[in-house]
């Protein structure tokens, strides 16, 4: 018997679980309203029909009211016409209309009661249907705030493991690393255009002394005769310094641009 009642439970706590899951309060509010709605419908029913039934007991109680009334006045004029069979018979009619007349009024009585209930049971129904009425925009609003607030929890919990400081570095470092790669690459477009430019201006420099060589080759040669001949001296100035004579002043100690060129 333990283990039956516990098998039971256990179902009873899984279908449970399964249902709250699967309970949207935005369609339970509607389902609600609607119940409450058939219900109201019901209820007033019901009142109707028991006030039907007050208004008939109403009616039959005043109806042998007035009859008993009736067999008492023909009682009277019997006994005044002096037939007391049909006053005894009056009498009797009489008091049968005063018993139903009793018993009508005990369940008029009762029935009015028991409308009066139902009618602030009816009032209470509709107030409360009214009150969940406008108070069903407010407590889907609070449904769907909190939903939200919910999920927004559940990223930011998923989330969490992943530190978002650690990922803004990663991320810069990587950037940084693509600004110096840029950089680099400038540079080294840079350097390769001033090489091509001075390779340029070398190439005109040289361009130029061709032609200048091509323009005086004859005078170089003349100048190059001219050193040489200025090396070698003549004996009579040899010997005039072998004497310990002075050089002779009239040495040219000028010398050319073309001299100047190829000493330099």
């Known amino acids: 018997m333990g283990i039956m009642d516990r098998i039971s439970r256990l179902v009873r ?11 949207d309060p935005e369609k339970m509010l509607d389902q609600i309203l609607r119940d409450m709605q058939s219900n109201i419908t019901t209820a007033r029913g019901q009142v109707a029909a028991m006030i039907a039934q007050e208004k008939e007991l109403e009616a039959d109680m005043k109806e042998t009211r007035t009859l008993a ?8 004029r019997s006994v005044e016409a002096g037939r007391d069979d049909l006053a005894r018979e009056a009498l009797r009619r009489k008091k049968d209309n005063d018993e139903n007349a009793r018993v009508y ?18 009032r209470q129904l509709e107030s409360k249907y009214q009150t969940t009425m406008s108070q069903r925009d407010s407590l889907i609003a ?22 978002p400081t650690n990922e803004l570095e990663r991320m810069e470092r990587k950037i940084r690393g693509q600004e110096a ?7 080294l477009a ?15 420099e040289i361009e130029e002394e061709l032609a200048a060589l091509k ?24 010997e005039a310094l072998e004497a310990g004579g002075d050089e002779p002043a009239t040495a040219d100690t000028t010398s050319t641009p073309a001299e100047s060129r190829v000493e330099q």
């Open 181 to 187: 790669q840029a950089s680099a690459m400038g540079e």
């Open 105 to 122: 009024a005990q369940q008029y009585q009762a029935q009015s009661q028991m409308v009066e209930k139902l009618k602030v049971q009816l």
């Open 13 to 23: 706590a899984n279908v449970n679980d399964i249902i709250d899951k699967a309970e």
């Open 190 to 204: 840079a350097s390769s255009f001033d090489s091509q430019f001075e390779e340029l201006d070398y190439d005109v």
């Open 142 to 163: 609070r449904q769907r705030r909190a939903k939200a607030q919910q999920q927004v929890t559940s990223s930011l919990t998923q989330l969490s493991p992943m530190n």
């Open 215 to 238: 323009l005086g080759s004859g005078d170089i040669d003349a100048e190059l005769d001219a050193l040489k001949g200025r090396n070698t001296l003549p004996d009579s100035r040899t």
């Open 69 to 76: 009334l009736q067999w008492a006045a023909k009682a009277q």
